[in-house]
């Protein structure tokens, strides 16, 4: 028990960590080795709360083994396509709305947890395998803009070799976490398990929430930023060409 709360001790600082890339990082891998991207990889996934959030939805609620390796393995494979394929051909997006969709995979896994749609919308979910799967494409092409983001900081052209190395180390740093929700759920005794269920999807709905109008804010503010770059771009052209102008029109006095 005290092994687990040792674990658990650690853990929890990175996974509070901001899901970016470091300027350490960027740094360690402009020389680094299949081995330096495994481990990249694996970081990356452990201190990437958004990814962590929807893997709890996944997994934590479920009690038959079967389930669990159905739901992972479609979010894995989702995953692996679009990390691989999308940085391979050069596929990205802005960061912030790719990470504002994946906030919005965690609340709606809270929110389908809780039998949402039937309480609020008279209707049953979309079929969750298919949700998880689409999702995970989501994840997948989250982890790939990080990755393509310090390719591009470090000058770096990543090799597929590369690449699969830092897909297999978030495979390492997946099953890391799964293995620690799993040792959660078995301290849980059973009388409090449905109460702790309801109240962590709530949290799962709010952090996902408020995770989700983070990235929208961070999104907006970064644009609102680029246009007032080059508003002020523009106008400092305008004034050196009319500058110029000025000069050209000036008449050479005659003595």
Request: charged residues 15%.
């Amino acid at each position: 028990m005290k092994k687990i709360f040792l674990l658990l001790s650690i853990c929890i600082p990175f996974i509070g960590l901001a899901h970016g890339v470091p300027e350490s990082t960027i740094k360690a891998m402009a020389d680094a080795s299949a081995i330096d991207y495994i481990y990249f990889g694996a970081t990356h996934m452990l201190t990437g709360y958004d990814h962590i959030l929807f893997l709890i939805g996944i997994v934590f609620f479920l009690s038959n083994y079967f389930d669990i390796f159905k739901f992972i393995t479609a979010f894995t494979i989702a995953h692996c396509i679009t990390l691989i394929f999308a940085t391979i051909y050069g596929i990205t997006a802005n960061a912030y709305l790719v990470d504002a969709v994946i906030a919005f995979s965690v609340i709606y896994k809270g929110f389908e947890n809780l039998d949402g749609f039937k309480k609020y919308f008279s209707t049953q979910a979309p079929n969750l395998v298919l949700m998880v799967f689409a999702f995970g494409l989501i994840h997948g092409f989250g982890l790939s803009t990080k990755l393509q983001e310090v390719a591009l900081a470090t000058e770096v052209n990543l090799s597929v070799f590369q690449i699969i190395s830092f897909n297999v180390g978030v495979e390492f740093g997946q099953i890391a976490v799964l293995i620690l929700v799993f040792l959660i759920t078995k301290m849980i005794k059973a009388e409090l398990f449905n109460r702790i269920a309801k109240f962590s999807n709530w949290v799962l709905v709010l952090a996902g929430t408020f995770l989700f109008i983070f990235q929208l804010h961070g999104y907006f503010t970064d644009n609102s930023h680029q246009h007032t770059n080059y508003i002020e771009t523009e106008e400092l052209h305008k004034e050196q060409h009319n500058h110029g102008n000025e000069h050209e029109h000036v008449q050479p006095r005659t003595h």
